[in-house]
Structures are given as C-alpha cells and as structure tokens.
C-alpha cells in the first residue's frame, strides 16, 4: 500500500476558475471589442515569460492590449481580469478538510502569473490551506515540462512515490506519472472525494 504524504492541487480549474486561459480572454474580446486574431497572436508571444515571471502584468499588457489606443484605461481591463477568478468552495472545502489530517502535507502547483497568482490566493481563501504555492511565476518554469514537476518536488523534499497531483487536464496528469507520482485526473468536487478516499485511504466527511 502507497502511504501518500504529499498532496499536490492545481489552482485553475480545480480550487477555482481558471484565471486567463481562453475562456477568460474570450470574453475580454467580447466586453471590450478586441480584434481576437490579433490579441491571440500578441497573447502566445509573451504569456510564457509572463507566467514564468520574465515579465510583469504591465509589461504583458503593453505588447497583448495597450499597444495602441484603446476607450478603456488600463485599470478598467485588469478589473475585468481579476474578476475572472471565481473560487470553486466545495473543492477548497475538501482542502481544507484534509489540513486536518496530520499526515499530508498541502501544496500547489499550477502555471499563473505573479500578479494573478497571488490575488487569486487571497481570493480563493486557500493561504492558510497550503503550506506552500509552487507557482510558474515562481518556478520560473511551467506545466508540463517534467522540469516544472522535478524543480516542485525538490523544493517541498517529496518523494514523488509518496506524492499524489489533483489536475484537470491530462497533459499535466502524465509526466506526473511518468516521475513516479500518484495523480487524479479532476473533473467535479462530486468525482474528487471518493478518488482521495480511495488513493489516501480515509473517509472525508460528506459536503
């Protein structure tokens, strides 16, 4: 039997929303009427070195949306950014109730910018949940270069055969594996709690 000690959770797209993937930026360009071929191209040209921390969210403003004149201010569009992040409570619930067993230690790991990651902590409630937020931004690498996974799992000392990942997309689930982690592929807060039951062998108090 595995004894699981680490317990790794994505942010976007299972603690919450996701926080300016194509979703999100779909609805910028219907709110604020960008042209959206041009705003994708601009977007794919620095959102690496702004999730990797290279740049900072004025910088990725000024290439993606401010390098022309616009009828909106630049405090208008990062409002509507930040308002993208919704929390997803019945996942941060389950967090939360695994903090009570002594036996995990709580971490992320999830590819966000610096600006974005750090308003969607405090957002999401989840500070005093994780022990340590193991972010793009920070890692100065993203998901899902098996880079990313080995620079994560060195950072928090864990064993990757005692170390579980909560993602919602299989790109990211399969080098986890590859390394040696245990990984549940998320679908619904409904779907997560039996599969932690199961792969950590408890019993989490019902919703």
């Given at each position: 039997?595995?004894?699981?000690?680490?317990?790794?959770?994505?942010?976007?797209?299972?603690?919450?929303?996701?926080?300016?993937?194509?979703?999100?930026?779909?609805?910028?360009?219907?709110?604020?009427?960008?042209?959206?071929?041009?705003?994708?191209?601009?977007?794919?040209?620095?959102?690496?070195?702004?999730?990797?921390?290279?740049?900072?969210?004025?910088?990725?403003?000024d290439?993606?949306?401010?390098?022309?004149?616009?009828?909106?201010?630049?405090?208008?569009?990062v409002?509507?950014?930040?308002?993208?992040?919704?929390?997803?409570?019945?996942?941060?619930?389950?967090?939360?109730?695994?903090?009570?067993?002594?036996?995990?230690?709580?971490?992320?790991?999830?590819?966000?910018?610096?600006?974005?990651?750090?308003?969607?902590?405090?957002?999401?409630?989840?500070?005093?949940?994780?022990?340590?937020?193991?972010?793009?931004?920070?890692?100065?690498?993203?998901?899902?270069?098996?880079?990313?996974?080995?620079?994560?799992?060195?950072?928090?000392?864990?064993?990757?055969?005692?170390?579980?990942?909560?993602?919602?997309?299989?790109?990211?689930?399969?080098?986890?594996?590859?390394?040696?982690?245990?990984?549940?592929?998320?679908?619904s807060?409904?779907?997560?709690?039996?599969?932690?039951?199961?792969?950590?062998?408890l019993?989490?108090?019902?919703?």
């Amino acid at each position: 039997m595995t004894t699981i000690q680490h317990v790794f959770f994505d942010i976007g797209g299972v603690l919450g929303s996701n926080g300016w993937d194509r979703e999100q930026r779909s609805r910028a360009v219907e709110t604020f009427q960008l042209d959206p071929d041009d705003f994708q191209c601009r977007h794919e040209e620095v959102v690496g070195e702004w999730e990797e921390g290279r740049i900072t969210l004025d910088e990725y403003l000024d290439i993606a949306i401010f390098h022309t004149r616009r009828s909106f201010s630049r405090r208008e569009f990062v409002d509507f950014m930040l308002a993208q992040s919704i929390p997803n409570e019945p996942v941060v619930g389950i967090a939360r109730q695994l903090t009570g067993e002594s036996r995990f230690t709580l971490m992320t790991l999830n590819n966000e910018s610096d600006e974005l990651n750090r308003h969607r902590i405090e957002k999401f409630g989840i500070g005093a949940i994780f022990e340590a937020f193991l972010s793009s931004c920070w890692l100065g690498v993203r998901k899902p270069t098996h880079r990313f996974y080995q620079r994560a799992l060195a950072i928090a000392q864990a064993d990757p055969a005692k170390s579980l990942f909560i993602d919602d997309r299989t790109q990211n689930i399969a080098p986890a594996r590859a390394l040696g982690m245990s990984a549940i592929l998320f679908e619904s807060a409904e779907q997560l709690r039996p599969e932690l039951e199961r792969v950590l062998h408890l019993d989490l108090p019902g919703a």
